[in-house]
């Protein structure tokens, strides 16, 4: 006992260090059930999308993004703490409930789908020219409270498109199919989840409307054909907050106006097939990329049915953080194409 003890204070410096090795370890690889939020980038979206039309962009139309970590370790989570421009949310609160971050992402990679699908009909609506819309499933886009389905293994972001071995590819075959059946039937519902297949079986529930029905919100998946060979990469990216700058872009290239006039206009929101834009999440952390890119411009979604707040965050944002640039609103795709096209070229 006694050399024992005589080893362990001959060697105390060595074993206290390994002992921090192994805290700074398990730190290190341990993680939390947090989302770390931060300023993204702010980039071109000429290089994102690409029409067949070639254009001489003398400036740049951004798109903006924010910077997120799920699962962080320690180190991460004091970084962001002592961040002035970071913030940490819990997981639940980020993915606002869903089942699973694999739902979660599914649901974010279907918004960025449907929002280049609504960019090119926005975009083709506001040139007068025709294009094709198929419909090609039904998206879960969150349960309401008193369904079964979640408990049955359906998720958010799965894209239904078969029920009882029946094509329900549209919303109308969606509804005619459910409108045979009563509330306590089980219908098996079939589609893709991400890149797999999915199968669940799952009992109906009495909507609100006396209808039997699976007991979530949806909305179409839809494939836009249109006579141009417009191709998209944001495969890196998820959500839809890219839409109005990408809209932009599509005229653009096809009108082989350079709406940028030489400047560098950044920009955010959600584009609807009709051209009104949306309000969109994280507005602060994307004004700070596009701040730290130099932007001359930011266009803003001014909605008055979100009480404008993504404009009074962007006014608070800009003067507590003494940005650069200059805020401009836009409610819709005609507003973005107006601003910009009254500006005067830069020399």
């Known amino acids: 006992m006694a050399a024992w003890k005589h080893w362990i204070r001959r060697n105390w410096t060595a074993i206290a260090g390994g002992l921090v090795a192994v805290v700074f370890v398990v730190a290190y690889y341990w993680t939390w059930p947090y989302v770390i939020?931060?300023?993204?980038?702010?980039?071109?979206?000429?290089?994102?999308v690409q029409t067949g039309h070639e254009l001489?962009?003398?400036?740049?139309?951004l798109f903006t993004t924010v910077s997120t970590r799920s699962k962080p370790n320690v180190f991460d989570l004091i970084y962001a703490r002592l961040n002035p421009r970071m913030d940490i949310k819990t997981q639940e609160s980020a993915t606002g409930g869903t089942v699973n971050l694999e739902a979660y992402r599914n649901l974010l990679y279907w918004m960025r789908d449907n929002s280049e699908a609504a960019a090119l009909m926005a975009a083709y609506g506001a040139m007068k020219e025709d294009i094709q819309v198929e419909e090609q499933g039904v998206i879960v886009r969150a349960f309401l409270d008193n369904t079964e389905a979640r408990l049955h293994g359906l998720q958010e972001g799965d894209i239904i498109t078969s029920i009882d071995g029946q094509d329900a590819n549209t919303a109308e075959a969606f509804t005619k199919?459910?409108?045979?059946?009563?509330?306590?039937?089980?219908?098996?519902?079939a589609g893709t989840?991400?890149?797999?297949?999915f199968e669940v079986e799952v009992p109906l529930i009495k909507m609100d409307s006396g209808a039997?029905?699976?007991?979530?919100?949806?909305d179409s998946v839809v494939k836009v054909t249109?006579?141009?060979?417009?191709?998209?990469?944001?495969e890196d990216t998820g959500g839809p907050s890219a839409g109005l700058m990408m809209t932009l872009e599509i005229v653009a290239q096809l009108t082989g106006e350079d709406l940028t006039k030489g400047y560098q206009v950044a920009g955010t929101g959600t584009i609807e097939a009709k051209g009104n834009v949306g309000q969109i999440g994280g507005i602060q952390y994307k004004l700070m990329a596009a701040d730290r890119e130099k932007a001359d411009y930011f266009?803003?979604?001014?909605?008055?049915?979100?009480g404008y707040s993504n404009w009074k965050e962007a006014e608070d944002t800009v003067k507590k953080l003494d940005l650069n640039l200059k805020l401009v609103k836009v409610s819709s795709l005609q507003d973005a194409i107006d601003f910009l096209q009254g500006l005067e070229a830069k020399s």
Not at 193 to 197: A, D, I
Request: charged share 30%; net charge negative; proline share 10%.
């Open 193 to 197: 989840r991400g890149e797999k297949t």
């Open 212 to 218: 039997a029905g699976v007991g979530f919100y949806r």
């Open 56 to 61: 001489d962009e003398k400036g740049a139309l």
């Open 299 to 306: 266009l803003v979604p001014y909605v008055e049915s979100g």
């Open 177 to 189: 199919i459910l409108a045979d059946k009563k509330a306590g039937d089980v219908v098996k519902l």
């Open 37 to 48: 939020y931060g300023p993204g980038s702010a980039e071109p979206v000429h290089p994102r």
């Open 226 to 234: 249109v006579p141009d060979p417009v191709e998209f990469d944001f």
